[in-house]
């Protein structure tokens, strides 16, 4: 699997899958979730509603994750994961890489050969992104082979991308 870094707008991406650093209600919100309902249209929130309704009526637990179509996006599929809070107390780094585990064993299930993840948790949900940078690229890093071969990871900012080359450098 390959890894890359790169700097920009998660909702251009042109890949198979990208993933959504959402909140347990998929029902939208602020920051990337916010920027993906946007570019993807109102049927992704159509889709989370029904999803809510027929397979996760308690909402989408922190760690876990779940596909929707990509709608309008070039994606073809939206995999929406719920990073933890560290303003609500979630702390464990094993509840954040399962964000990233559980996101791409989802994609590996469709099929997707190219992911963009966002660095997830590293905005509104307060985590360190040293320290996302550093769970993210070392849990993709020992995934088990799939259909995946590229793993995109889009960020917004030089100081996010440098924390992620690095992260990518200590695992090379
Ligand atoms: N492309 C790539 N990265 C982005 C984009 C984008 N279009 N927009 C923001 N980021 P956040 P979280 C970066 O807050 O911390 C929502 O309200 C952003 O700069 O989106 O997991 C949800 O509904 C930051 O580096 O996600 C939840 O309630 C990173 O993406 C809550 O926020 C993640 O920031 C989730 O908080």
Do not use: K
Request: proline letters at 5%; hydrophobic letters at 45%.
């Amino acid at each position: 699997m390959r890894i890359e870094i790169v700097e920009g707008d998660i909702t251009r991406r042109d890949v198979d899958a990208i993933v959504n650093a959402a909140n347990s209600s998929l029902l939208g919100g602020g920051g990337v979730d916010g920027a993906i309902h946007r570019a993807a249209g109102p049927e992704l929130l159509e889709a989370c509603r029904e999803l809510r309704r027929v397979r996760l009526p308690g909402g989408l637990p922190v760690g876990a994750a779940v596909a929707t179509p990509g709608f309008q996006l070039a994606a073809r599929w939206i995999i929406h994961t719920v990073g933890p809070n560290w303003h609500a107390g979630e702390r464990d780094p094993g509840l954040l890489a399962s964000c990233f585990a559980e996101s791409l064993a989802v994609a590996q299930d469709l099929g997707a050969e190219s992911v963009a993840f966002p660095a997830i948790s590293a905005g509104i949900y307060g985590w360190d992104r040293r320290e996302v940078a550093s769970i993210a690229v070392s849990t993709v890093h020992t995934a088990a082979p799939g259909s995946v071969e590229v793993v995109e990871f889009v960020l917004f900012g030089p100081e996010m991308a440098r924390a992620f080359r690095s992260a990518l450098r200590e695992v090379g």
